[in-house]
């Protein structure tokens, strides 16, 4: 089994850049396992967890947002809204983070777009505290 | 010639001005540092998305209908997204892009709407009576990310979608080093992907990659255009909007340097007249004593 190039982009920094065996993301169409020479393919991302697999270490885990990914042979490319290495997730901000959004929207005083807002940020602290929990020290 | 007194007043009062000046120069200097570091760091994500619409462009020869924001119409209205700062003392900061921004608002025929980000901007088009679609006032932090961003883009993205404007031009200050920043007004909407986009990407650093032509899309192209294309979008704005950022720190680094050069210099002449005065005075006095004490052998 050759081994695949990943990089995983955010707006604000390139986060990740390294040859793996597997990659393991949250396609919107359900979750796929990217191996070398997969064919090309480009497809929306959910927000959820991408494992990364590399022979004789430990998984690597990323809490993601929405984004997209774009499969060639031998490179995945991951441009993400927001990733986070989990061990890097703060627990006490995504936490914060989350309560703020959850009573944002319990207010119900949010206009159309700040709600949606609100919501997506709901969606995205309580991702990072369910990957924190499960994979962070 | 001034008193004593008042010429040790001004070295005082310029030599403050000097360490306020200096005070500030060095902010800017660790802020323009910064935000020229986030400005490179946000590069490589609107490369890679630049590429793949590129390529998604390539794929469908169609694509111009795949996807509103991709759509010419006939030009009604045009909207320009102003970038300036909120504060002033920034040199010619403000003034150079809201110039270059008002030449081009004669050069077109049809009428303008504003959007405005930075305070400066929004009051010269309150006060030239123009119009103001939606401003962003004293809304940036120091260090924006992504999610201050989506506001703005969004805005941008709905007033072109929703009929408001035909065109959506892009007003922003590229940084080029810490001495040279260029105004720039660049298309954004409706936005044009065969064309090698020069807004924030330099055409050079494109690499030609070589991309498979048959592609599986999941779900389908349309729905991965729609992901990809407003978030190209946003990157590209957001790409503008640390660009000037950055330019806006540099220009107020360059500005306060010069002032407090010019305070430094001022000092070195008041002094100068200062041990002139005083010498002078020093002068009067011995000779004051000088013919004192001759006017007292005479007698």
Same mark, same amino acid.
């Given at each position: 089994?050759?081994?695949?190039?990943?990089?995983?982009?955010?707006?604000?920094?390139?986060?990740?850049?390294?040859?793996?065996?597997?990659?393991?993301?949250?396609?919107?169409?359900?979750?796929?396992?990217?191996?070398?020479?997969?064919?090309?393919?480009?497809?929306?991302? %959910?927000?959820?967890? #991408?494992?990364?697999?590399?022979?004789?270490?430990?998984?690597? $885990?990323?809490?993601?947002?929405?984004?997209?990914?774009?499969?060639?042979?031998?490179?995945?490319?991951?441009?993400?809204? /927001?990733?986070?290495?989990?061990?890097?997730?703060?627990?006490?901000?995504?936490?914060?983070?989350?309560?703020?959004?959850?009573?944002?929207?319990?207010?119900?005083?949010?206009?159309?777009?700040?709600?949606?807002?609100?919501?997506?940020?709901?969606? !995205?602290?309580?991702?990072?505290?369910?990957?924190?929990?499960? @994979?962070?020290? | 010639?001034?008193?004593?007194?008042? $010429?040790?007043?001004?070295?005082? +009062?310029?030599?403050? =001005?000097?360490? /306020?000046?200096?005070?500030?120069?060095?902010?800017?200097?660790?802020?323009?540092?910064?935000?020229?570091?986030?400005?490179?760091?946000?590069?490589?994500?609107?490369?890679?998305?630049?590429?793949?619409?590129?390529?998604?462009?390539?794929?469908?020869?169609?694509?111009?209908?795949?996807?509103?924001?991709?759509?010419?119409?006939?030009?009604?209205?045009?909207?320009?997204?102003?970038?300036?700062?909120?504060?002033?003392?920034?040199?010619?900061?403000?003034?150079?892009?809201?110039?270059?921004?008002?030449?081009?608002?004669? +050069?077109?025929?049809?009428?303008?709407?504003? =959007?405005?980000?930075?305070?400066?901007?929004?009051?010269?088009? *309150?006060?030239?009576?123009?119009? /103001?679609?939606?401003?962003?006032?004293?809304?940036?932090?120091? !260090?924006?990310? #992504?999610?201050?961003?989506?506001? $703005?883009?969004?805005?941008?993205?709905?007033?072109?979608?929703?009929?408001?404007?035909?065109?959506?031009?892009?007003?922003?200050?590229?940084?080029? %080093?810490?001495?040279?920043?260029?105004?720039?007004?660049?298309?954004?909407?409706?936005?044009?992907? +065969?064309?090698?986009?020069?807004?924030?990407?330099?055409?050079?650093?494109?690499?030609?990659?070589?991309?498979?032509?048959?592609?599986? @899309?999941?779900?389908?192209?349309?729905?991965?255009?729609?992901?990809?294309?407003?978030?190209?979008? !946003?990157?590209?704005? @957001?790409?503008? /909007?640390?660009?000037?950022?950055? +330019?806006?720190?540099?220009?107020?680094?360059?500005?306060? !340097?010069?002032?407090?050069? *010019?305070?430094?210099?001022?000092?070195?002449?008041?002094?100068?007249?200062? %041990?002139?005065?005083?010498?002078?005075?020093?002068?009067?006095?011995?000779?004051?004593?000088?013919?004192?004490?001759?006017? #007292?052998?005479?007698?």
């Amino acid at each position: 089994m050759g081994t695949i190039r990943l990089d995983i982009v955010t707006v604000e920094r390139e986060l990740f850049s390294d040859d793996v065996d597997m990659v393991v993301a949250p396609g919107s169409e359900g979750v796929m396992g990217i191996l070398s020479n997969h064919v090309p393919l480009l497809t929306s991302l %959910n927000v959820g967890e #991408l494992v990364v697999h590399k022979k004789g270490q430990e998984d690597i $885990i990323f809490a993601i947002g929405d984004g997209f990914m774009d499969v060639q042979p031998c490179h995945v490319t991951i441009l993400a809204d /927001v990733a986070e290495q989990a061990n890097e997730i703060n627990m006490e901000r995504a936490k914060a983070a989350h309560d703020k959004a959850e009573k944002a929207i319990a207010s119900g005083s949010l206009s159309a777009g700040k709600l949606r807002r609100a919501e997506a940020s709901l969606k !995205r602290a309580s991702l990072r505290m369910k990957v924190a929990e499960k @994979y962070g020290k | 010639m001034a008193s004593l007194r008042e $010429i040790r007043r001004r070295i005082k +009062s310029v030599k403050n =001005i000097a360490q /306020v000046t200096q005070a500030m120069q060095m902010v800017a200097a660790s802020r323009m540092k910064k935000a020229q570091e986030q400005a490179l760091a946000s590069r490589p994500y609107a490369e890679r998305t630049f590429e793949i619409l590129h390529h998604l462009a390539d794929q469908s020869k169609s694509v111009k209908n795949l996807h509103p924001l991709l759509v010419e119409r006939p030009v009604k209205n045009v909207g320009i997204l102003l970038i300036t700062a909120d504060k002033g003392l920034a040199g010619a900061y403000n003034s150079n892009i809201i110039r270059a921004t008002m030449r081009f608002n004669k +050069s077109t025929k049809q009428p303008t709407a504003y =959007i405005t980000v930075g305070k400066k901007g929004f009051d010269l088009m *309150n006060r030239f009576n123009n119009k /103001v679609i939606a401003d962003f006032v004293n809304y940036l932090p120091d !260090r924006p990310g #992504l999610i201050d961003i989506i506001p $703005i883009a969004e805005m941008v993205m709905d007033s072109f979608l929703n009929g408001v404007v035909d065109e959506v031009y892009l007003a922003y200050t590229k940084f080029v %080093n810490t001495v040279v920043q260029t105004p720039r007004v660049d298309r954004l909407l409706p936005f044009e992907p +065969s064309e090698p986009f020069k807004i924030t990407i330099e055409h050079e650093s494109l690499q030609k990659k070589t991309l498979a032509s048959v592609y599986e @899309y999941e779900p389908d192209p349309e729905t991965v255009l729609d992901v990809v294309l407003p978030r190209f979008i !946003r990157s590209l704005v @957001y790409q503008a /909007v640390l660009e000037s950022i950055a +330019s806006e720190h540099s220009a107020r680094m360059v500005a306060m !340097r010069n002032a407090t050069d *010019n305070a430094h210099e001022l000092i070195d002449t008041l002094n100068l007249t200062y %041990n002139r005065a005083r010498q002078e005075s020093i002068t009067k006095e011995i000779l004051d004593i000088v013919g004192g004490v001759e006017a #007292l052998g005479k007698n």
